[in-house]
């Protein structure tokens, strides 16, 4: 077996399209501006803040026993 080392260096982003901020935050795309308002950008592209989506996960679980219901309110 031949072992070989990978070395890559990923470049942080900010910023997430609609897609990959759904996928970051494991809902549905549809779901996501309603969960995480998105930010214009110059040119008019819709981005969302990866601290934008961290806060509202952390939202999610910073209550204690939070409800399905409660959780789920905030997705619609």
Request: glycine share 10%.
């Amino acid at each position: 077996m031949t072992i070989a080392t990978l070395n890559l260096r990923v470049a942080p982003r900010r910023m997430l399209s609609e897609r990959e901020a759904a996928a970051y935050c494991g809902i549905p795309a549809k779901r996501i501006a309603a969960a995480v308002p998105p930010i214009v950008m110059p040119g008019g592209a819709k981005l969302y803040d990866m601290h934008d989506c961290d806060a509202w996960l952390d939202g999610l679980k910073g209550g204690a026993g939070a409800a399905d219901d409660d959780i789920l309110g905030k997705l619609d």
